[in-house]
C-alpha cells in the first residue's frame, strides 16, 4: 500500500527558503509522475511542479525561477525546495503522485509566509 507523508512546513519570513518533503511508503511500484500542489484560504488547489518519471519538469509561472521539485529514489522521497518565499506563497502545500494510472495524495503541509 503506497503512503505518502509530508513535512517540512510551517511559519516563514518573507526571503526564506524551506524544503517540503514527501517520503513514499511501499514498495513494487513504479512513480508515473510526481508533483507539488498547493491550496490557499479560499482558492482552488493548483498544480504548481511537476516531474515525469524520466525527469523533466514543469512549473507554474507563479512559482517558475524559485521552486525546485526533485526526487531521491534511494530515500523514496520527493522534494519541494522553495526559495525567495512570498507572502502571497502562503498555502498548504500537497505531493501527489501517479502510480499505475491511480492518483496518491499526501495529508498536507501548511507554509505561512510572514512579512
Known amino acids: 500500500q503506497v503512503q505518502l507523508v509530508e513535512s517540512g512546513g510551517g511559519l516563514v519570513q518573507a526571503g526564506g527558503s524551506p524544503r517540503l518533503s514527501c517520503a513514499v511508503s511501499?514498495?513494487?511500484?513504479?512513480?508515473?509522475?510526481m508533483g507539488w500542489y498547493r491550496q490557499a484560504p479560499g482558492k482552488q488547489r493548483e498544480l504548481i511542479a511537476v516531474?515525469?518519471?524520466?525527469?523533466?519538469?514543469v512549473y507554474a509561472d507563479s512559482v517558475k525561477g524559485r521552486f525546485t521539485i526533485s526526487r531521491d529514489n534511494t530515500k523514496n522521497t520527493v522534494y519541494l525546495q522553495m526559495n525567495n518565499l512570498k507572502p502571497e506563497d502562503t498555502a498548504s502545500y500537497y505531493c501527489?503522485?501517479?502510480?499505475?494510472?491511480?492518483?496518491?495524495w499526501g495529508q498536507g503541509t501548511q507554509v505561512t509566509v510572514s512579512s
Open positions: 501527489n503522485l501517479l502510480i499505475n494510472s491511480r492518483n496518491y
Open positions: 511501499g514498495s513494487g511500484f513504479s512513480i508515473t509522475r
Open positions: 516531474m515525469s518519471s524520466g525527469g523533466s519538469t
